[in-house]
């Protein structure tokens, strides 16, 4: 059965969602995951974990992403990006000075909140159905940290192209329509490239072009322990190989950390090493 991770370049007009569906298809595999939903309107990095792979998911999920984002000043609309409604304009005087002069503000830990148009449940139903009823309820502020946000270029009148290094739980248009009310011009998210997610960059993207069109689609897959590859590595015998498949610790002396173990058989697990005592964090073995 197929197992691994296939990075795509997400072309706009699909849902995250719309990847996976295709890609179960092509890898006959119903085990498919990815590391953080794009917008339909949104491009770029879309890691996706498959068979055995996700597994990986969880640790993938949490990690930092890079953004290029197309940020339009003097316009608000009720998504806080160039797909809704338009619901205010403004006359624009601010200068590109200007804008960069604000990015510190919103740079490092921030408070932002949610949009409506999101998929976080409130009273366990998506905010963008409320929304799309015209409902709006009230969302409390949540803690994100924004590592870099850097103007780039003024791309037009009113359109400026920026970089953003953010946690995950970032809302790029958010960040967009609160430096527009910063600047008091409002402002909108206009274009969304992912540029870095779970570790992995466009560098190893593919389209779902190549994917489709692909004699041997499993060629594209990258083995899981990939991801785990800023971890040092441990080679154990098959005795312990042994024991770890039936979950046990083993003995193994040295120095305390994470790390990916591999045995005869390949790559085990995500592992603890405590005391000299080696425990499983999460196992990739096929049982």
Same mark, same amino acid.
């Given at each position: 059965m197929?197992?691994?991770?296939?990075?795509?370049?997400?072309p706009?007009?699909?849902?995250?969602?719309?990847?996976?569906?295709?890609?179960?298809?092509?890898?006959s595999?119903r085990?498919i995951g990815?590391?953080?939903?794009?917008?339909?309107?949104?491009?770029?990095?879309l890691?996706?974990?498959?068979?055995?792979?996700t597994?990986?998911?969880?640790?993938?999920?949490?990690?930092?992403?890079?953004?290029?984002?197309?940020?339009?000043?003097?316009v608000?609309?009720?998504?806080?990006?160039v797909?809704?409604?338009?619901?205010?304009?403004?006359?624009?005087?601010?200068?590109?000075?200007?804008?960069?002069?604000?990015?510190?503000?919103?740079?490092g830990?921030?408070?932002q909140?949610p949009?409506?148009?999101?998929?976080?449940?409130?009273?366990?139903?998506?905010?963008?159905?409320?929304?799309? +009823?015209?409902?709006e309820?009230?969302?409390?502020?949540?803690?994100?940290?924004?590592? +870099?946000f850097?103007?780039l270029s003024?791309t037009?009148?009113?359109?400026?192209?920026?970089?953003v290094?953010?946690?995950k739980?970032?809302?790029?248009?958010?960040?967009?329509h609160?430096?527009?009310?910063?600047?008091?011009?409002?402002?909108?998210l206009?274009?969304?490239?992912?540029?870095k997610?779970?570790g992995?960059?466009l560098?190893s993207?593919?389209t779902?072009?190549?994917?489709?069109?692909?004699?041997?689609?499993?060629?594209l897959l990258l083995?899981?322990d990939r991801?785990?590859?800023?971890?040092?590595?441990?080679?154990?015998?098959?005795e312990?190989?042994?024991k770890?498949?039936?979950?046990n610790?083993?003995?193994?002396?040295?120095?305390?950390g994470?790390?990916?173990?591999?045995?005869?058989?390949?790559?085990?697990?995500?592992?603890m090493?405590?005391?000299?005592?080696?425990?499983?964090i999460?196992?990739?073995f096929e049982?």
């Amino acid at each position: 059965m197929p197992s691994g991770i296939i990075i795509i370049d997400k072309p706009a007009g699909w849902t995250s969602h719309d990847v996976v569906a295709k890609l179960r298809r092509v890898y006959s595999e119903r085990r498919i995951g990815h590391a953080g939903t794009l917008d339909p309107m949104a491009t770029g990095v879309l890691p996706v974990f498959i068979g055995r792979a996700t597994r990986a998911v969880e640790f993938a999920f949490q990690t930092d992403k890079e953004y290029l984002a197309g940020l339009r000043l003097g316009v608000m609309t009720d998504t806080q990006d160039v797909t809704g409604a338009v619901l205010e304009t403004r006359p624009v005087t601010v200068t590109p000075a200007q804008v960069e002069d604000m990015l510190p503000r919103f740079t490092g830990p921030i408070l932002q909140i949610p949009p409506m148009y999101s998929a976080l449940k409130v009273g366990g139903r998506a905010l963008y159905k409320l929304a799309r +009823e015209g409902r709006e309820v009230e969302r409390l502020p949540r803690p994100v940290t924004i590592y +870099e946000f850097k103007l780039l270029s003024r791309t037009g009148e009113y359109d400026y192209a920026l970089r953003v290094s953010c946690s995950k739980g970032t809302y790029i248009r958010t960040l967009c329509h609160d430096l527009g009310q910063a600047l008091g011009c409002g402002g909108i998210l206009s274009s969304l490239r992912r540029t870095k997610a779970a570790g992995f960059t466009l560098d190893s993207a593919v389209t779902m072009d190549t994917v489709l069109s692909h004699p041997d689609p499993q060629s594209l897959l990258l083995p899981v322990d990939r991801y785990f590859d800023r971890y040092p590595s441990l080679i154990v015998d098959a005795e312990a190989e042994k024991k770890i498949r039936n979950g046990n610790a083993i003995a193994l002396p040295g120095e305390d950390g994470e790390y990916r173990v591999y045995g005869p058989g390949g790559f085990l697990m995500l592992g603890m090493r405590t005391g000299n005592q080696l425990s499983v964090i999460k196992s990739f073995f096929e049982v």
